[in-house]
């Protein structure tokens, strides 16, 4: 099978500033002291073929959605090799659907988002209205939706957009049980086309029936990757220690492994460049002189 | 420099369809839930018309024209109608990619067309406006010259001058947002020392003022599509001034699109 998604040593890192005014500074990278930075996602490298269906497991703030987001490329990994086949997509809770438009225009509205023609749009309409099932709701604008409605209405809209690699970040926990056993079912048949799913979730029963491999992450590391068996137990059995724990362990717990996330970075490393800028800032001065001879003109009534 | 600034036209031109449909989609959902609809196009415009008729032709002009042959209303409608057009797009479409940024970062969604998707949403009361404009005039009886031609010219700058600054000031906005509370107030000011109100080139100004006040660009596209309506000259032919404006628009926009594609990935992060 040839591989479909390839992670090498991916981080991501935010940056910690105490004052405002240092964000804008860093942006026309005008200081460059020492500056604090989050590792959300530190060194994670793995490779996953085509066709299989990969569990994302991990305690709150671990990660988890920071790495689904690299994978769906909504967001730029600082350091690593990203190599993607295809055309992500991901499924979040909030699908971003416009509040002030019904269910219906909305529908248009992500499809035509997605990049489909209008003919493609009128073949899936049916089939997503089908889908959501939420009746004649779909008539009315969303902001009178109920969050299970609107969760709904987006995972519809999101599998009936032909994705190619799917990565769903606990978009099926907010469903009521039966909308949740058509959403698997559904991702089962994906899974026959030999679509690459990628499943963010808490439920160990849900990815224990559902995925082939498990992946594992814990502050910012990618801890295991393995058999669903193997990975779920020991997470399982982490959670169960962790649970153990008396209230002091586990904030004292938390915040080493909190410290081990920060990183002291030396500035940023843009010296080579600095010959190469130093000609573009000339050139954009440079810009500035033609339009200050012509204002000069103006104002003197040429 | 110029391989940059063709992608993002690229983009635009490869994605008209969907800025056409979208900005349609903007339309709808901006009147939605009001009684009159779409009606409201019409109604905005026309009751701040009929105020700055009121106070600044009949209060404090007495009904006086600005030139004679033409009434005060008419030429405060040839400013008015491109400031309408003008105003809410630059502040509109500086916050745009703010606004929107986190509904297209989830998927594959050229970010360049989101200020553009404004100003097409914003033309279409723009040029209905321009159509009743031309009514009126035929109403009153205004004789148009040749240098009615020269209106595409200036729609045309006006344009390319939206899409510049919008680009640059839609990236700003999202990094600093002060500068959106900030344009919106100079904005505000703009209206008072363009040529819409008054004329800041007529007797009672001194000449050094109204050469400052000409390096305001939408100086230039009003006055020229006043120009166009009530016929003077040619746009080249005050070369100096007409070569301002594009090189002022140059800037602006090779700087928008450098800092466009510097952080446009990033977009997300500043949230």
């Known amino acids: 099978m040839k591989t479909k998604v390839k992670l090498k040593n991916i ?239 586990k904030r004292e717990y938390k915040k080493k492994m909190f410290q081990k996330q920060i990183k002291i970075s030396e500035g940023y490393t843009q010296k080579q460049n600095r010959e190469r800028s130093l000609l573009s800032q000339i050139a954009n001065v440079l810009l500035f002189i033609p339009l200050l001879i012509l204002s000069v003109l103006i104002v003197l009534g040429y | 420099m110029f391989k940059l600034i063709w992608q993002v036209f690229r983009e635009q031109i490869e994605n008209r369809k969907l800025i056409y449909r979208m900005a349609t989609f903007e339309i709808k959902g901006m009147y939605q839930g009001h009684y009159l609809g779409s009606l409201w196009q019409f109604i905005n415009p026309a009751i701040q018309i009929a105020i700055y008729w009121v106070v600044f032709g009949i209060g404090l002009r007495g009904g006086q024209t600005i030139n004679s042959d033409i009434p005060y209303i008419l030429w405060l409608l040839m400013g008015l109608i491109p400031w309408f057009f003008i105003s809410p797009t630059m502040v509109q479409g500086s916050n745009s990619v703010y606004q929107k ?84 107030q100079v904005m505000r000011m703009f209206l008072y020392i363009s040529p819409i109100l008054w004329n800041p080139a007529g007797s009672q100004v001194p000449d050094w003022l109204t050469n400052v006040l000409r390096l305001n660009p939408f100086y230039y596209i009003i006055d020229g599509m006043r120009n166009s309506f009530l016929g003077d000259n040619w746009f080249f032919d005050d070369i100096v001034y007409t070569l301002y404006f594009w090189v002022l628009t140059f800037v602006i926009l090779y700087f928008g699109v450098k800092i466009h594609m510097r952080f446009r990935k990033n977009f997300v992060d500043y949230l």
């Open chain 2, 101 to 184: 940024v986190s509904l297209v970062s989830k998927m594959n969604f050229p970010v360049s067309i989101l200020p553009t998707i404004r100003i097409v949403g914003n033309s279409f009361q723009f040029f209905n406006l321009l159509l009743i404009l031309f009514v009126l005039l035929l109403i009153y009886g205004v004789e148009l010259s040749i240098y009615i031609l020269q209106l595409p010219y200036y729609i045309f700058s006006l344009y390319v001058f939206l899409f510049a600054f919008t680009l640059f000031s839609s990236t700003l906005s999202t990094l600093i947002r002060d500068y959106q509370s900030f344009l919106q």
């Open chain 1, 11 to 249: 981080s991501k890192s935010y940056d910690m500033l105490e004052k405002k005014s240092d964000k804008i500074l860093n942006l026309f990278s005008l200081k460059s002291k020492k500056n604090k930075q989050f590792l959300a996602v530190n060194n994670v490298s793995f490779e996953v073929r085509e066709g299989e269906t990969i569990g994302i497991l991990g305690l709150n703030g671990s990660g988890k959605s920071t790495l689904s987001n690299i994978l769906a490329r909504v967001i730029e990994p600082t350091e690593g090799e990203l190599i993607i086949n295809g055309e992500p997509s991901l499924i979040a809770i909030s699908a971003g659907l416009n509040n002030n438009l019904s269910g219906l225009e909305n529908i248009d509205l992500k499809c035509m988002m997605h990049g489909l023609t209008e003919e493609e749009i009128e073949n899936v309409k049916e089939d997503i209205i089908d889908f959501a099932d939420i009746g004649d709701y779909i008539y009315q604008p969303v902001k009178n939706y109920s969050s299970g409605m609107k969760s709904r209405l987006g995972f519809a809209i999101a599998v009936h957009t032909d994705p190619d690699i799917l990565i769903i970040d606990e978009a099926l926990s907010v469903g009521d049980s039966t909308f949740a056993q058509k959403c698997l079912d559904k991702l089962e048949e994906f899974k026959k086309e030999g679509k690459t799913i990628f499943f963010i979730s808490h439920s160990a029963a849900q990815m224990k029936t559902f995925c082939d491999r498990v992946l594992w992450i814990h502050y910012g590391e990618l801890k295991e990757f393995g058999t669903k068996d193997e990975v779920i137990n020991n997470y399982i059995s982490f959670t169960k220690w962790f649970n153990k724990l008396s209230d002091a362990e």
